[in-house]
């Protein structure tokens, strides 16, 4: 077959997948039914797209699921006419982006009159000074809602890794059910706290004007109605292309630039992940070793239980963000794991050597992480 029909054929077919299958449809199906173990054997791509005209229009979705995942290689590789191993892990099958915008109501304005005010009283030049005033004064409800947006960025932070300045960010598909279980019951408060905030308002309201006195404006607060859309909590996922995937009519040779010019992003934004998770890793150690570096009584140091559990959390991060199976990152968390095993606050609050020996475990740990300049 010309190679131009396998190619339209394939892309058809993928777009057809792409279109039907999303990542909220993948999350429920894999949790409740096992990708089928029939998915199609590949061979060449004229085979899959015969195999996805002729048997995709009668398979279910979580086998549309399991013929996307299993095709990507071979249609990349067609539409390149490049091999690509099948077996050969890549940043795009083992990551996607994630991105989450989360909008609040401030609760505060400028009062231009105070401002001026303020100015005028001291002899000061216009615009030096500024009054904002706290709309709700400090209302425990919306204070409620602004900690909890700033702990749902932190776990969206915590669970991810670097990508781009435009507030995307990488999250390994190893991690997507625990980050989205996690995000969802963030989503969840959220949305509680919300109501809560909004069935409360018009009381705040009222009780605020005392407090303000002069400073008060009944202007300066919007409707239930129109504060409640001031709010909004969203996630979305987009999968993270591979280099060759390209889609552009710029002729063989600007592509080809088009092509490394990525490649090198990929590359850059690639070790930028990386060496955020390695940077986490040693302030987690640095902060152990430091507390831990007393030999008496005398001279203990005060540490939580936490500082342990930070450690031991970054054996599961170094697992789930390896997404290229890097042998340097593998290692490092069994050898972490080994370090941390049977590690105890309690133990090291306790026994001066059991201590001294895991400060000097950790310290080994330190001296083999890559060198980033830390």
Same mark, same amino acid.
């Given at each position: 077959m010309p190679k131009a029909t396998v190619e339209q054929r394939l892309t058809k077919a993928v777009k057809n997948i792409t279109e039907e299958v999303t990542l909220p449809t993948m999350d429920t199906l894999l949790r409740s039914e096992p990708l089928p173990v029939d998915a199609p054997t590949l061979g060449s791509s004229n085979d899959v797209s015969t195999w996805l005209e002729d048997? /995709? &229009?009668? @398979?279910?979705v979580a086998h549309k699921i399991a *013929?996307?995942?299993?095709?990507?290689?071979?249609?990349? #590789?067609?539409?390149?006419?490049?091999?690509l191993p099948v077996d050969a892990p890549t940043l795009g099958s083992s990551a996607m982006l994630v991105e989450v915008?989360?909008?609040?109501?401030?609760?505060?304005?400028?009062?231009?009159?105070?401002?001026?005010?303020?100015?005028?009283?001291?002899?000061a030049d216009k615009e030096v000074a500024n009054v904002i005033k706290k709309l709700l004064a400090n209302s425990d409800t919306l204070k409620a809602i602004q900690t909890h947006v700033t702990a749902a960025r932190n776990m969206h932070s915590n669970m991810t890794m670097?990508?781009?300045?435009?507030?995307?960010?990488? /999250? &390994?598909? @190893?991690?997507?059910?625990?980050?989205?279980? *996690?995000?969802?019951?963030?989503?969840?408060?959220?949305? #509680?706290?919300?109501?809560?905030?909004?069935?409360?308002?018009?009381?705040?309201?009222?009780?605020?004007?005392?407090?303000?006195?002069?400073?008060f404006s009944r202007d300066d607060y919007p409707t239930v109605e129109t504060l409640a859309s001031k709010f909004a909590?969203?996630?979305?996922?987009?999968?993270?292309?591979?280099?060759?995937?390209?889609?552009?009519?710029?002729?063989n040779e600007a592509l080809r630039e088009i092509r490394e010019k990525y490649n090198d992003f990929y590359s850059r934004q690639y070790t930028t992940a990386m060496n955020d998770v390695w940077t986490r890793l040693h302030k987690a150690l640095k902060n152990m070793s430091e507390r831990l570096d007393y030999g008496s009584k005398e001279d203990k140091k005060v540490f939580r239980d936490t500082l342990v559990g930070n450690v031991t959390d970054m054996i599961e991060l170094l697992r789930v963000c390896n997404v290229t199976q890097s042998t340097q990152m593998s290692d490092m968390a069994n050898k972490l794991e080994e370090v941390m095993s049977g590690v105890t606050p309690?133990?090291?609050?306790?026994?001066?050597?059991?201590?001294?020996?895991?400060?000097?475990?950790?310290?080994?740990?330190?001296?083999?992480?890559p060198s980033l300049d830390l």
């Open positions: 048997e /995709l &229009p009668k @398979a279910t *013929a996307y995942n299993a095709i990507m290689p071979v249609v990349d #590789a067609a539409l390149r006419s490049e091999p915008n989360i909008s609040t109501w401030a609760g505060r304005k400028k009062d231009k009159r105070a401002s001026a005010d303020v100015v005028s009283a001291n002899h670097p990508w781009s300045n435009s507030g995307l960010r990488l /999250l &390994p598909t @190893a991690q997507y059910f625990n980050y989205s279980e *996690a995000m969802s019951q963030m989503l969840n408060e959220f949305e #509680a706290l919300k109501i809560r905030f909004l069935n409360s308002y018009n009381d705040e309201v009222i009780n605020v004007q005392l407090k303000l006195g002069s400073l909590f969203r996630m979305n996922y987009m999968p993270l292309p591979d280099v060759g995937d390209f889609r552009v009519d710029v002729g309690d133990a090291l609050r306790e026994d001066d050597t059991f201590r001294a020996e895991t400060k000097a475990a950790v310290d080994a740990v330190m001296k083999s992480l």
